[in-house]
Every structure is written in C-alpha cells, then in structure tokens.
C-alpha cells in the first residue's frame, strides 16, 4: 500500500523559509524511475506544480518559483523535503506532495495535504 | 512554459448528461497529458494518462481523447459521485503546467 504524508508548520510569518517534509511508503527511492513532488494549491484556486526529485537526485523546478525552492530527499527515511525562502501572503495554499515516474510525469499517489497560512 | 487553457471553466449538469471538457496546450505536446478529478477537501484523483488511458479503478463512463494542443475528457453519463472540480496536466516538458480547472456542478 502507498501513502504519502505532508508535515510541516500550519503558520509561517512573512520573509521566513517555510520547510515542508513528506513521508512515504509502499515504495522507495531504490526503484529506478520513481520520483516525489510538491504541488500546492491556493484557497479556491488552481493546482500549481512547485518541485520533483528523482530517484537518481534529478531535480526539477517551477521557472515562476525556482529561485526560492530547494527539494531533496533522504533516501534511508523515506522522505523529500522542500523548503520556500522568504514566503509572502501569496503563498498561502494546501500543500501536496504525489507520486511520480520519469516515464509518466504524472502523478498517481497524493497525500492528504497540508494547509499552510504565511501571516504576520 | 506550456499553458494549458480549460475551457469551460465551470458548467451546470444533471445526472445522466454527457459532459464534455476541453483543454488546450499552447504548443505541441503529444498525447503527454492527465486528468485529474478533485472533490472539495481532497486531493486529486488521476483518472486518464497518455491523453487516452484509463488509470485503474476509473469508470469507464470517462474517456479522455485527443494529442497535440487539443484535449477532451468526456463523462458519458453523469453520475452524482461525478460533480467535482477536474483539471488537466501536460508533462511534455519542465515546468510541468496544469490547467485552471472546471468545475462541474450539479443543475
């Protein structure tokens, strides 16, 4: 059985780094192709993709966010973690974190996601 | 980056009706994309891949069609477990881009 599970603060202030980790299980990082990624998603908005890291430590970024975004993963514990320098209002969302292969960039397995609020 | 355009963005429907949703990439991109279907508080659910392919587990009263810049997912008879939010994803190429979603709600 797969999960992924997103923890991390529910309140940041404006101008911190937010650090986001995911857990998972059911599969690993051992598995050639697998990756883990970060998609977040504003209060009544759209789904938007932030980060993925492959198996092999192959990392992509959003182009809009890349300058803020650090993912990484720790093989032995299972876990990916993302971290979001100098956080605004804006980034107010639910962050998820899904499941993905580098032959199908899509993802199949989420976890429940976590809400996180930046406010002063 | 790709952008990918949803239209519409939300349409009204009783259980029974076809519904079509389209979703357009502004440049070529195969047949590299999904479809999601989200319900409120939830996270999102794959339903097609490869434009076409049904994930596992989906009814197949949802088909996914079309490759290139134009995409359709069509729900062949509306069930009441149906209205939910679905949006379309392309993994062509980095960044990876989703559409802006349409809503489907219950007439």
């Known amino acids: 059985q797969i999960t992924l599970k997103e923890s991390g603060p529910t309140l940041v202030k404006p101008t911190q780094t937010l650090t986001l980790t995911c857990t998972f299980s059911?599969?690993?990082?051992?598995?050639?192709?697998?990756?883990v990624g970060w998609i977040r998603q504003p209060p009544g908005k759209a789904l938007e993709w932030l980060a993925l890291?492959?198996?092999?430590?192959?990392?992509r970024y959003s182009s809009s966010l890349q300058s803020r975004l650090t993912i990484t993963k720790d093989t032995s514990k299972n876990q990916v973690v993302l971290t979001m320098t100098n956080v605004d209002p804006v980034d107010t969302a639910t962050y998820y974190c899904?499941?993905?292969?580098?032959?199908?960039?899509?993802?199949?397995?989420w976890g429940q996601g976590t809400l996180v609020a930046v406010s002063s | 980056d790709i952008q990918m355009t949803q239209s519409p963005s939300s349409l009204s429907a009783s259980v029974g009706d076809r519904v079509t949703i389209t979703c357009r990439a502004s440049?070529?991109?195969?047949?590299?994309l999904g479809w999601y279907q989200q319900k409120p508080g939830k996270a999102p659910k794959r339903l097609i891949y490869?434009?076409?392919s049904l994930q596992s587990g989906v009814p197949s009263r949802f088909s996914g069609s079309g490759s290139g810049t134009e995409f359709t997912l069509t729900i062949s008879s509306l069930q009441l477990e149906d209205f939910a939010t679905y949006y379309c994803?392309?993994?062509?190429?980095?960044?990876?881009?989703f559409g802006q979603g349409t809503k489907v709600e219950i007439k």
């Open positions: 490869a434009a076409s």
């Open positions: 059911g599969f690993s990082f051992s598995t050639s192709g697998v990756g």
């Open positions: 994803q392309q993994h062509n190429s980095y960044p990876l881009t």
């Open positions: 899904a499941r993905a292969t580098q032959w199908l960039v899509l993802f199949d397995y």
């Open positions: 440049q070529g991109i195969r047949n590299d």
């Open positions: 890291i492959y198996w092999d430590d192959d990392k």
